[in-house]
T-cell receptor, first 117, second 110 residues
Framework: GAVVSQHPSWVICKSGTSVKIECRSL??????MFWYRQFPKQSLMLMAT?????????EQGVEKDKFLINHASLTLSTLTVTSAHPEDSSFYIC?????????????FGPGTRLTVT | QKEVEQDPGPLSVPEGAIVSLNCTYS??????FMWYRQYSRKGPELLMY????GNKEDGRFTAQVDKSSKYISLFIRDSQPSDSATYLC??????????FGQGTRLTINP
């Protein structure tokens, strides 16, 4: 149980275009999902916390107009990178909490590798 | 000062060795500590978590927290080539925010 999927697993896009990444909790309801980015050989940095039915909370330094997050259902959150630039190329990982379990554990998706050319 | 500091390695040991991975943290108020394993190009998976001080053992893995020195450790006994991965420590800040260390890249040589 506690499986989180991401789609696509990798994407290449041209500079200036927008890219949408989906994060789904497959076998549990996730009232809260989290979006991270990870540069090569670096750690995961939290970008934003997404609560179902409300606006996302962004970490300091993360542009909310550039990284649009939507959490419209208990099993789906999306991250849209708008007007992507090469410096946005990174590994984007989502995670989700299963509040019914009552633990602090976050279940991570397999990640999406974004390359902007 | 970073909230969580971790030696990025890389660390290379022979199969069967005992591996010690360590992190330090800055805020004595932190109570929940996690270790994640991440294989290349994959998302992290939770190995163990501990609350407050003490040890926790799960098979070949032991997590240790020393709150007096703000030091957390993960020990791997009888290391296997399949243990080769990046290991990330993390602390829970507040109710739900995870703050990760940089990660230590570990290679177990057959």
């Amino acid at each position: 149980g506690a499986v989180v999927s991401q789609h696509p697993s990798w994407v290449i896009c041209k500079s200036g275009t927008s890219v949408k990444i989906e994060c789904r909790s497959l076998d549990f309801q996730a009232t809260t999902m989290f979006w991270y980015r990870q540069f090569p050989k670096q750690s995961l940095m939290l970008m934003a916390t997404s609560n179902e039915g409300s606006k996302a909370t962004y970490e300091q330094g993360v542009e909310k107009d550039k990284f649009l997050i939507n959490h419209a259902s208990l099993t789906l959150s999306t991250l849209t990178v708008t007007s992507a630039h090469p410096e946005d190329s990174s590994f984007y990982i989502c995670s989700a909490r299963d509040y019914q379990v009552g633990s602090y554990e976050q279940y991570f998706g397999p990640g999406t590798r974004l390359t902007v050319t | 000062q970073k909230e969580v500091e971790q030696d990025p390695g890389p660390l290379s040991v022979p199969e069967g060795a005992i591996v010690s991975l360590n992190c330090t943290y800055s805020n004595s108020a932190f109570q929940y500590f996690m270790w994640y394993r991440q294989y290349s190009r994959k998302g992290p998976e939770l190995l163990m978590y501990t609350y407050s001080s003490g040890n926790k053992e799960d098979g070949r893995f032991t997590a240790q927290v020393d709150k007096s020195s703000k030091y957390i450790s993960l020990f791997i006994r009888d290391s296997q080539p399949s243990d080769s991965a990046t290991y990330l420590c993390a602390i829970l800040q507040g109710a739900q925010k995870l703050v990760f260390g940089q990660g230590t890249r570990l290679t177990i040589n057959p």
